[in-house]
């Protein structure tokens, strides 16, 4: 079974670019989150899809950022304009039943984003 | 806003050494815990997990962590590590019922010695 993937893996770009995140779920995984990670900082939390709709977007730092998840298999998520301070690791996870079930999360390998 | 805090950002043991994380959550409430590892070059993975019960709770490749209540605490144990060990450690928390997220910690790099 092939897990959360997460494309690109690298993306290396400057200051006012645009650049697009893509993640593939766990095929049937309802359950769609995307994190963020700063260097040396925790893993923070930006949102949560359940299927298409998006449960809790919280966590997202501002109004450059937008995620769509249509049809509710892969996800979006576009960054425009990109700052410096948007640098870091995006990380995708999905799961079935959410964190009322298993409680486990299936995380990609993460989206590295340098912004120059 | 609930918070996780671990002690150690950066532990450096020798092989068949003891291994305890440090991990405080600030949440009163009912909580799910867990830790996650990713190793070099891998994804996050799960450890083990809290939900309700036992509250010493017994993970994979030997893992395993005490949920104290009265402490706010979730450390993570192993009392003999490896070398294949080495990788960075995520304690994490859910509040309950309350919403489907999980908020991590800082992490902490564990890094053995062959």
């Known amino acids: 079974e092939a897990g959360v993937t997460q494309f690109p893996s690298h993306s290396v770009i400057e200051k006012g670019q645009t650049v697009t995140l893509r993640c593939d779920p766990i095929?049937?995984?309802?359950?769609l989150y995307w994190y963020r990670r700063v260097m040396g900082k925790e893993i923070k939390f930006l949102l949560h899809?359940?299927?298409?709709?998006?449960?809790?977007e919280s966590g997202m730092p501002n109004n450059r950022f937008l995620a769509e998840r249509t049809g509710g298999t892969y996800s979006t998520l576009k960054v425009q304009p990109a700052e410096l301070e948007d640098s870091g690791v995006y990380f995708c996870?999905?799961?079935?039943?959410?964190?009322?079930?298993?409680?486990?999360?299936?995380f990609g390998e993460g989206s590295r984003l340098t912004v120059l | 806003a609930q918070s996780v805090s671990q002690h150690n950002h950066h532990v450096i043991l020798s092989e068949a050494a003891s291994l305890e994380l440090g991990c405080n959550y600030s949440?009163?409430?009912?909580?799910?815990l867990f830790w996650y590892v990713q190793y070099p070059g891998q994804h996050l993975q799960l450890l083990l997990k809290?939900?309700?019960?036992?509250?010493l709770v017994k993970g994979i490749k030997g893992f395993e962590a005490e949920f104290i209540k009265s402490k706010f605490s979730f450390n993570l144990r192993k009392p003999s590590v490896q070398w294949s060990d080495t990788a960075e450690y995520f304690c994490?928390?859910?509040?309950?019922?309350?919403?489907?997220?999980?908020?991590f910690g800082k992490g902490t790099r564990l890094h053995i010695l062959p």
């Open positions: 994490a928390v859910n509040q309950g019922n309350r919403d489907d997220k999980i908020i």
């Open positions: 095929s049937g995984h309802d359950n």
């Open positions: 899809f359940v299927k298409e709709s998006k449960q809790d």
């Open positions: 996870a999905s799961s079935q039943w959410g964190l009322a079930g298993t409680g486990e999360l299936f």
């Open positions: 949440y009163g409430g009912t909580v799910n």
């Open positions: 809290y939900f309700s019960g036992d509250p």
